[in-house]
């Protein structure tokens, strides 16, 4: 990645959030725009730009984020259910090149989406 990512700024310190997690292999926000009552932003602190350019030895990590989204979900009180969402790539509307899941709760979400 030749341009620090805003993910990447916000690893390394420079942009301030409030975490409501973190451990040694993601961080966890609020969305600055969301788009539903209650939406996090899962971010792993290694560097893969997209879900297209995962390798199987990311596979353990892919895990750990969607734990955390079930972890935080319940912090949340999303129990009666959320949504996890990875876009990936320009048509799947990713607009950040870095890995990161949404989740979304406390509305009924539609389907099909988009």
Known sequence: ????????????????????????????FRDVNPQAPVHLLVIPRQEIPSLLEVQPQDEPLLGHLLYICHHLAAEFGLAEGFRVV?????????????????????????????
């Open 1 to 28: 990645m030749a341009d620090k990512t805003i993910f990447k700024r916000i690893l390394d310190r420079e942009i301030p959030v409030d975490l409501i997690y973190e451990d040694d292999r993601c961080v966890a």
């Open 86 to 114: 990875i876009n990936a790539g320009p048509n799947g509307g990713q607009t950040v090149n870095h890995l990161h899941l949404h989740v979304l709760g406390q509305r009924a979400m539609d389907w099909p989406p988009g």
